[in-house]
């Protein structure tokens, strides 16, 4: 499900000091369901892309990204005209390695600088905190009911209800293109999640659970050799029973003496199921039954 921009103002606002914040992007169709196929034309021919990601110039010292590169190098800027093409994909559009820098491609009538050419199979092994690829979900490869669920959580907030974690089917990264995320996002592209990695000396752990009180969203944080993952669910605490001990202990005197008192006044009546045979704890039971049916009615008035 899309992040609404907010939240990387958020995080940069919280982390901008602390370490590299980087937001990735996805171009994908917004009919939820159907494949997205994003022409991609060169001197030589074309190919239909599956979509495109958008990855920050700062991402390699997240993900390592720039390992994968054959040929060429990584995005200086994040606006930057320019795209990395896997290497099937370079193949099809008759562009080589040595042709790197110098060819073009052309994207919904973008002209894009080919700045490099990457191995899928090394992208595909490049995971997140998540165990999840960094490439764009096959949402046509989901049940039903999941698509209808992401359809309608799209115009949401950015927490999007249950903490509910799940594993998705991505799309094969000889498919897709990378661009700068700047230029994505001009592209109408939309942000699906935002990595950062702090300085040395930082102090994750705190930085982390402070940031997950403030905004409800799950938080995927690598700390020592263990990912943890963090929600705002999980830090709700009950405050402030000590304020409400003596009014509660007040109420509690007023009915118990009102109970008491309804007691005392039927004496004759406990005399008279006593004769007639009822045994101490059944006539116990219908003083019981009565306070129970105060106590239903009184929640639920008071609820």
């Known amino acids: ?34 494949r997205t196929a994003v022409k991609v034309t060169s001197a030589e021919g074309s190919y239909l892309s599956e979509g495109m990601v958008g990855l920050s110039p700062d991402e390699p010292q997240i993900t390592g990204v720039n390992h994968a590169l054959i040929a060429g190098s990584w995005f200086e800027r994040d606006d930057e005209p320019s795209a990395i093409l896997s290497s099937e994909m370079a193949s099809a559009l008759g562009i080589t390695p040595a042709e790197v820098g110098t060819a073009a491609v052309e994207v919904y009538g973008t002209r894009l600088r080919v700045r490099g050419i990457f191995d899928e199979k090394v992208m595909n092994d490049i995971k997140d905190l998540d165990d999840e690829r960094l490439t764009p979900v096959d949402f046509s490869m989901l049940p039903e009911t999941d698509r209808r669920k992401i359809v309608t959580e799209k115009t949401a907030q950015v927490y999007t209800g249950k903490v509910r974690l799940q594993s998705f089917t991505h799309i094969e990264s000889r498919n897709i293109l990378l661009v700068p995320s700047g230029l994505l996002a001009g592209m109408n592209g939309t942000l699906h999640s935002v990595a950062l990695r702090f300085h040395p000396g930082a102090d994750g752990k705190a930085i982390a659970e402070s940031f997950v009180s403030k905004l409800a969203v799950i938080v995927y944080a690598g700390l020592g050799t263990k990912t943890i993952v963090y929600s705002s669910m999980g830090l709700t605490s009950l405050s402030g029973m000590a304020n409400l001990f003596i009014p509660i202990l007040i109420a509690a005197m007023i009915v118990l003496n009102t109970m008491l008192g309804s007691v005392f ?6 005399s008279t199921y006593s004769a007639v045979g009822l045994a101490p704890v059944h006539i116990a039971s219908l003083f019981l039954a009565e306070s129970l049916v105060y106590a239903v009615l009184g929640a639920v008035a008071g609820y």
């Not at 958020?10 to 937001?23: M, S």
């Not at 006044?265 to 406990?270: G, Q, S, T, V």
Request: include cysteine; hydrophobic fraction near 40%.
């Open 265 to 270: 006044e039927r004496l004759k009546e406990i």
């Open 1 to 34: 499900t899309p992040l609404q921009e907010i939240a990387l103002t958020y995080a940069l606002d919280e982390f901008g000091q602390a370490g590299v914040v980087c937001p990735r992007y996805w171009f994908i169709v917004r009919d939820i369901g159907s």
